[in-house]
């Protein structure tokens, strides 16, 4: 997890204020789950959507987001679950969809096991947004022009697929930021080897549902 100071721009950067509703998009352990929660304050709401397609490999994911729900202060948390382009059915709409480290795994077999695609999901973020609505995309950078090619094997995927593949789906990029970027990264290694593992190169793209 990033240090504090990260954390605080990162939620400023995906305009997550007092009364939002957000959708965190797998959201793993529910670091931030529990930031958003704190952020939207009692009016609003966190959805900790876990994609049923996770669950072939981490099948704890559920129980964990609604044990978090279940902690004192977290009544504006709920723990959803339905495959990963069922999102609408299984959410409200929000004004934040919020994506950490995970949009590169649509093109992976895990996610793609059930038939979801990319396309698909966009546009599923698409319906669920209200209009002015954020779609908060951070993930491991791989190298230009490699496209989708390193999703699978290095866990990274190039910026300028993940801005032409939100885009098909009508979203505009509304900003991006490169404070979690890193030059010093090759963009030839996994994400989780331990020589560039927590400091991969990372992009952050904000898009707005027009």
């Known amino acids: 997890?990033?240090?504090?100071?990260?954390?605080?721009?990162?939620i400023?950067?995906?305009?997550?204020?007092?009364?939002?509703?957000?959708i965190d998009v797998y959201p793993g352990d529910g670091d931030w789950t529990r930031l958003f929660s704190e952020a939207v304050g009692p009016d609003g709401r966190?959805?900790?959507?876990?994609?049923?397609?996770?669950?072939?490999?981490?099948?704890?994911?559920?129980?964990?987001?609604?044990?978090?729900?279940?902690?004192?202060?977290?009544?504006?948390?709920?723990?959803?679950?339905?495959?990963?382009?069922?999102?609408?059915?299984?959410t409200q709409t929000a004004d934040v969809v919020w994506m950490h480290l995970f949009y590169h795994d649509l093109h992976t077999t895990l996610i793609q096991t059930r038939g979801a695609t990319a396309a698909a999901f966009n546009r599923a973020v698409f319906e669920r947004l209200r209009p002015g609505g954020f779609y908060v995309i951070v993930d491991h950078a791989a190298g230009a022009g490699t496209g989708t090619s390193d999703t699978q094997s290095l866990h990274r995927i190039d910026p300028a697929s993940v801005r032409q593949e939100v885009e098909a789906a009508g979203l505009v990029l509304d900003a991006e930021s490169t404070m979690l970027a890193n030059n010093d990264d090759r963009h030839s290694t996994k994400v989780f080897d331990p020589s560039i593992k927590g400091e991969t190169d990372r992009f952050a793209y904000r898009f707005v549902k027009p």
């Open 12 to 22: 400023r950067f995906a305009r997550v204020e007092a009364g939002s509703t957000v």
């Open 1 to 10: 997890m990033y240090d504090q100071s990260k954390q605080s721009a990162l």
């Open 46 to 90: 966190v959805f900790g959507f876990v994609p049923t397609e996770i669950l072939d490999l981490k099948n704890d994911q559920v129980d964990l987001i609604r044990t978090l729900a279940n902690e004192p202060g977290r009544r504006n948390v709920e723990g959803v679950s339905a495959d990963i382009v069922a999102m609408p059915e299984a």
